[in-house]
């Protein structure tokens, strides 16, 4: 069933703080270690993504659900119910967006619950966008959604050490550097403030599969 008011090419904007606190937000999915946070809504948003795993999916109908996912033991063991319950908010997604985990030494779950949603979304999911693994310890990434323009508003900051200054995504260079693993799905358009990220510009982060940088 196809839907004319949505192009299903979303578009995945970078801003930085200022911007991103300008926004009228809507809909704010928390994130508790005992539960697993998902949101079915026109709008909605998410913050503090850091060794979670957090992002979206929307189909045709122009339906979208949001989540943010916490890495621990109970949401591993409950993960196949997780999945399950994301699959009946939104039925036959189309797009997905993924983004969060972080290597952590005492961190148990964080990449191994990024890699199981990608592996699902990946297999279930035609189109699905990926920012994988912030790099350094000190960093998170804010999200927002709004169906009617099928725009992500995406807002990451991280230090290179404890003592640095944080650094915002101002440009191609820092989006590299925050993340160890980009991919933006056919059809979707990449963002840095108002500047478009062309496939010509940056083809190592346009593929349908995973590539890492």
């Known amino acids: 069933m196809e839907n004319s008011n949505i192009s299903f090419k979303s578009n995945i904007r970078f801003v930085d703080r200022n911007t991103y606190n300008k ?7 928390n994130f508790w270690y005992d539960k697993a946070h998902i949101l079915k809504a026109k709008e909605f ?8 795993t957090g992002g979206g999916i929307i189909n045709s109908q122009k339906e979208a659900a949001g989540f943010h996912i916490w890495d621990n033991k109970t949401n591993k063991k409950n993960f196949n119910t997780i999945i399950a319950s994301l699959f009946r908010y939104i039925k036959n997604p189309e797009r997905a967006l993924l983004i969060g985990s972080k290597e952590l030494k005492d961190d148990k779950y964080s990449i191994e619950q990024f890699k199981n949603f990608k592996q699902v979304f990946q297999k279930r999911i035609k189109n699905v966008s990926l920012f994988e693994q912030h790099r350094f310890e000190s960093s998170q990434t804010h999200y927002h959604y709004d169906s009617n323009t099928d725009t992500w508003t995406l807002f990451s900051e991280y230090r ?5 200054i944080y650094l915002q995504i101002k440009n191609l260079k820092r989006l590299k550097e925050c993340f160890k693993n980009i991919s933006i799905a056919e059809g979707d358009k990449l963002f840095i403030g108002n500047k478009e990220i062309t ?13 890492h940088l």
């Open 23 to 29: 926004l009228k937000k809507v809909n704010y999915i």
């Open 45 to 52: 948003y998410s913050e503090g993504i850091k060794t979670c």
């Open 160 to 164: 290179k050490n404890p003592n640095g």
């Open 199 to 211: 496939p010509k510009e940056a083809p190592e982060l346009f593929n349908i599969q995973t590539k």
